[in-house]
C-alpha cells in the first residue's frame, strides 16, 4: 500500500515524500489505518521493518486534524500542553523517535521534545515551558520532572510505549504505572514492539481498550537474510575466539555483552591485540554514546561492543556482523540483537559464543524462533591451532600393565628411599624407621 492511499494529511505526506519513502511496510500497511480510526492498537514486527513510523505518522496525522483542548473549550493557552507521551526504554531510542518525529513532522508547526537522564534538565525544562505538543522520554527522568512541577500530563490524548515488551519488564512496571496513573483514561494507547509474549499482552490489556492486535510476522521470527551460527567455545577462550572472528573478515562488527564489566574488559582486550574498538552501555554519559555511535558510522568503523542497550531501536546502517559474545538470558533479546544486521532488506551474519553454561540458553533461542541454530568452526589463527568450535579429541590413556609384571627398570622406576628423620634435641639425623633414643620414657 502507498503513503498517498491512507488519507493521511498532505503535509505529512510532503515529508515522507522528501525522506524518499513512498510504499509502506507491512506493519505500517496494517497499524496505520487502525491508529487513524481512533482504535488502541498493539504491534509486532520484525526491529527494522518501520515500527517508528507505523505510529508517528497517524500520531502527527490527529494532532493536525484535532484542536487542542483548551482551544475547544474557547480558552487561550498560556503555552501548548502536552498531548503525545511517547515512553522508551534507552536515552539512544528515544533520540530515533524524535528524528522519526521531526522528520515526518517537518513541514507542520508541530514541537517535539526529548527528556532523558544523565544530561542537564535545563533545556528539557525551558523547552517544556515553551510548550510542546509531543515529549518523547525515558521514565526515570520524567518522573523526576513530574515530581518538580515541570511536567503535566492531564491533557495527554495519546500515549505510545515503544519496544513495550522491554518497557513492561518488571524494571520499568513501577516507574509506568506512576506514570500512567497521571494520563487520561480518555485516550488513545498504543505498544508497539519486536516481540510480544503472551504475559506482557495480558499486562498491556490492563491500559488499553479492546486493543486491535497487529502482527506482521510472528511474535518470534528473525529476518530470513541474516546468516546465523553458533560456536562452542568455554568462556577463557572466547576473548582469543573474537580477536580472531574479527580478523578474519567483516566491514562493521557489533559485539554484545550481557554486564557493563564485560564490555569493558572486552574492548580493553581487543585494543591489545591492536583492534579498535570502542564500548556503549548504561554508566557512559550520553555524549560518549553519540560520540561511539558517530564513530561506528564511519567508512571504516571500530568495534563496537555494547550491552543490550543497543539491542534495541538504534539507527545503526550497515553492520555486517553481530558477535554474542555472551549469550543472552532471555531468547527474546537474541531476536533484538541479531536484527541489528540485515536491515532494510540488505544481508547480514550472526555468530554466537556458546559455552558448556550456557547451553540452556542456545536450547531456549532455538526452542522460540523454532530452529536450531548452525554450529560452524573458527578457522585456526596459526600453525599448531586447532579451530575453534569443534569437539575436543578423546583423551588417550595409557595401557593398563599386567599383574606381576615387573617394572620397567632405570631412575624414574627406582623406589626412592625414606627420607632420614632429624632428631629434634641433637639435630642427628635418624633413620626414618628407628626410634629416638628415650621415647618410650615416661616425662
Known amino acids: 500500500m ?5 488519507g493521511l494529511d498532505p503535509k505529512i505526506l510532503r515529508a515522507v515524500g522528501r525522506a524518499g519513502y513512498s510504499t509502506a511496510t507491512p506493519i505500517q500497511s496494517e497499524a496505520i489505518p487502525l491508529v487513524l480510526a481512533g482504535h488502541d492498537v498493539l504491534g509486532c514486527a520484525q526491529t527494522g521493518t518501520g515500527k517508528t513510523a507505523a505510529f508517528a505518522l497517524p500520531t502527527l496525522d490527529f494532532l493536525l486534524s484535532e484542536t487542542a483542548p483548551g482551544q ?12 503525545v507521551l511517547v515512553l522508551t526504554p534507552t536515552r539512544e531510542l528515544a533520540n530515533q523517535v524524535r528524528k522519526s518525529f521531526a522528520t515526518y513532522g517537518r513541514c507542520t508547526d508541530l514541537r517535539q521534545t526529548m527528556i532523558y537522564g544523565g544530561v542537564s534538565q535545563n533545556p528539557q525544562v525551558a523547552a517544556l515551558r515553551a510548550g510542546t505538543d509531543i515529549v518523547i522520554e525515558t521514565p526515570g527522568r520524567l518522573l523526576d520532572l513530574m515530581n518538580q512541577g515541570h511536567v503535566r500530563l492531564d491533557a495527554v490524548e495519546v500515549l505510545i510505549l515503544d519496544e513495550a515488551d522491554q518497557m513492561l519488564d518488571m524494571g520499568f512496571i513501577h516507574d509506568l504505572k506512576r506514570i500512567v496513573k497521571h494520563v487520561p483514561e480518555d485516550r488513545q494507547t498504543l505498544l508497539f514492539s519486536a516481540t510480544m509474549p503472551a504475559e506482557i499482552r495480558r499486562l498491556a490489556s490492563q491500559w488499553m481498550d479492546r ?4 502482527q506482521a510476522t510472528p511474535v518470534a521470527s528473525t529476518p530470513e537474510k541474516i546468516k546465523q551460527s553458533v560456536t562452542f567455545v568455554e568462556k577463557p577462550q572466547k576473548l582469543a575466539a573474537l580477536v580472531r572472528f574479527v580478523r578474519s573478515g567483516g566491514a562493521r562488527h557489533l559485539v554484545f555483552c550481557r554486564t557493563k564489566h564485560g564490555v569493558d574488559h572486552v574492548v580493553r582486550h581487543l585494543e591489545r591485540a591492536r583492534i579498535q574498538a570502542l564500548a556503549i552501555h548504561g554508566n557512559k554519559s550520553q555524549r560518549a554514546r553519540e560520540n561511539a555511535l558517530e564513530r561506528f558510522s564511519a567508512p571504516r568503523p571500530p568495534v563496537l561492543v555494547a550491552t543490550d542497550v543497543a539491542a534495541r531501536g538504534l539507527h545503526m546502517p550497515d553492520i555486517s556482523h553481530v558477535i554474542n559474545f555472551d549469550l543472552p538470558e532471555v531468547p527474546e533479546i537474541y531476536i533484538h540483537r541479531i536484527g541489528r544486521t540485515a536491515r532494510a532488506g540488505a544481508a547480514g551474519e550472526s555468530i554466537s559464543f556458546c559455552s558448556a553454561a550456557e547451553r540452556p540458553y542456545l536450547k531456549r533461542i532455538e526452542r522460540l524462533i523454532r530452529r536450531a541454530v548452525k554450529v560452524r568452526k573458527l578457522p585456526a589463527g596459526g600453525p599448531g591451532e586447532r579451530p575453534i568450535g569443534e569437539r575436543p579429541a578423546p583423551v588417550r590413556q595409557a595401557a593398563a600393565r599386567p599383574s606381576g609384571s615387573e617394572p620397567a627398570r632405570g631412575a624414574a622406576s627406582k623406589r626412592r628411599k625414606p627420607a632420614s628423620r632429624r632428631s629434634f634435641k641433637s639435630g642427628r639425623s635418624t633413620p626414618a624407621g628407628a626410634k629416638r633414643r628415650g621415647s618410650s620414657r615416661r616425662r
Open 211 to 214: 486493543p486491535k492486535m497487529v
Open 72 to 83: 475547544r473549550q474557547g480558552r487561550r493557552q498560556r503555552r501548548r500542553p502536552i498531548r
Open 2 to 6: 502507498n503513503f498517498d492511499e491512507m
